[in-house]
């Protein structure tokens, strides 16, 4: 079993429509939930973080957290083209320790 | 502008030339490590470093070796790369206290 999964790909929605990306993690020492955004050939970039459980709102993007259920996923409403791309779940430990997802690709169609 | 810089973005070598990839962050962050991405198995860390002159192994430090003489500066060392190191690596960093990670553009090493 990998230490973080992700709902595999790819995740195919209509332009408008809201996009849901699911992680799961093993470790119950977790601390900090990261969602980074990969555009093809090019480096991953931090788009939002979560440490308590909950929601958190940044703009179209919403992290949910749930400890208890050891699980994070991410939102994005009023999906664009613009958001097609792999996101990828990191999970840290409070040590500093990060493990990452292999990432879910995510097409949103005109 | 912050920004973590690897160099370079792409590089051919045959087997067994040692090659060093450098990284350089403008952020002063204390935390820097390097990743590589492959198909099928996400990132892998390879190696990290806390702070001058602290380096630590990741998962997946064979092959590689790396050193950290200055805060801004990690430069990974490839002394006798093979073909199983053909690869993209990322060079990321970050402040102690913050584990959200900034990553440089990335080095597709190919390696025959």
């Known amino acids: 079993q990998k230490e973080v999964e992700q709902n595999s790909g790819p995740l195919s929605v209509p332009e408008g429509a809201i996009a849901s990306l699911n992680c799961t993690y093993s470790d119950r020492g977790s601390q900090s939930f990261f969602w980074y955004r990969q555009y093809s050939g090019k480096s991953p970039e931090l788009i939002m973080f979560?440490?308590?459980?909950g929601d958190k709102e940044d703009g179209r993007f919403t992290a949910q957290l749930n400890k208890a259920s050891q699980y994070v996923s991410l939102l994005i409403r009023d999906s664009q083209p613009s958001d097609s791309a792999t996101y990828l779940c990191?999970?840290?430990?409070?040590?500093?320790?990060?493990?990452f997802g292999d990432g879910t690709t995510l097409t949103v169609k005109p | 502008e912050a920004q973590v810089t690897q160099n370079p973005r792409y590089l051919i070598t045959v087997t067994g030339k040692k090659l060093t990839v450098t990284c350089s962050q403008n952020?002063?962050?204390?935390?820097m490590s390097w990743y590589r991405q492959d198909p099928g198995l996400g990132l892998r860390q390879i190696y990290y470093s806390m702070n001058v002159e602290v380096t630590d192994k990741g998962d997946v430090p064979e092959g590689y070796k790396v050193s950290r003489k200055e805060k801004r500066n990690f430069p990974l060392i490839l002394e006798s790369p093979s073909p199983n190191q053909t690869s993209l690596y990322f060079c990321?960093?970050?402040?102690?206290?913050?584990?959200?990670?900034?990553f440089g553009s990335g080095t597709r090493l190919t390696v025959v």
């Open positions: 952020m002063n962050h204390e935390y």
């Open positions: 979560i440490y308590s459980n």
């Open positions: 990191a999970v840290a430990t409070n040590a500093g320790k990060s493990t």
């Open positions: 990321a960093s970050r402040p102690l206290q913050f584990y959200g990670y900034t």
